[in-house]
């Protein structure tokens, strides 16, 4: 069937420099895609969304991109900090399908 | 504030025993979900609820079955644990069916010897 899935499973950044996670998707049908944010041992929290009639969406120090003509979506964080750390989830929904369907993550690790 | 209450936090379980998840949210949303989380597998959704009274089944549903008698409880039953349902269930709810933000509780995370 179809799934969003992630170009990289692992991101390692610099304290202070931007980070961008990519995410591919294959279910042309969809038009909602949200990132959320996992740290360990706990539950997914939203970052932003974006509806297909969009390309782009700012939020506090995180931009997410949409593009459809090739169906993928990124996630741009600016001045990442330590905090940053998590494992980041891609997730779509449309396309008749119930719920979120998720991507399989990225672990993004922040260096000093 | 609560949000979604998921219990219990842990648990070890014997094969073959029947197992309830509790989920709890006191946000009055209309939408509830389940999923598990697996390493390498991200969450795959299990049962969903799109509003009190009815559910739905999700990407894995095999081996679970919820009920949604009101709108803020939705409990996940595994009649008859088995290894493979070893996971970290998560809860979630969205004021109404997706499209819209998922809410996720803390999680459960389930051994199955």
């Known amino acids: 069937g179809e799934s969003v899935g992630l170009h990289l499973p692992t991101l390692s950044v610099q304290e202070g420099d931007n980070s961008i996670i990519n995410c591919a998707y294959s279910n042309s049908a969809s038009d909602y895609f949200i990132w959320y944010k996992q740290e360990s041992g706990k539950g997914p929290q939203f970052i932003i969304d974006?509806?297909?009639?969009?390309d782009k969406r700012q939020g506090q120090r995180v931009t997410v991109l949409l593009n459809k003509t090739v169906k993928h979506l990124s996630l741009q964080i600016a001045a990442t900090q330590p905090g940053d750390s998590a494992v980041y989830f891609c997730a779509e929904a449309g396309g008749g399908a119930d719920g979120l369907t998720f991507g399989k993550g990225t672990h993004l690790i922040i260096q000093p | 504030i609560a949000g979604i209450t998921q219990a219990p936090t842990s648990q070890i379980l014997a094969a073959g025993r029947r197992m309830t998840l509790r989920c709890t949210q006191d946000?009055?949303?209309?939408?509830m979900y389940w999923y598990r989380q697996d390493l390498g597998l991200g969450l795959r959704l299990i049962h969903y609820s799109n509003t009190a009274g009815t559910t739905g089944k999700g990407e894995v549903p095999d081996g679970y079955s919820v009920s949604r008698a009101n709108t803020d409880d939705f409990p996940l039953t595994l009649a008859s644990a088995v290894p493979s349902q070893t996971s970290v269930y998560f809860c979630?709810?969205?004021?109404?069916?997706?499209?819209?933000?998922?809410?996720f509780g803390e999680g459960s995370r389930l051994t199955v010897l």
């Open positions: 946000m009055r949303h209309n939408a």
């Open positions: 979630a709810s969205s004021s109404t069916p997706v499209p819209g933000e998922l809410f």
């Open positions: 974006i509806r297909s009639n969009m």
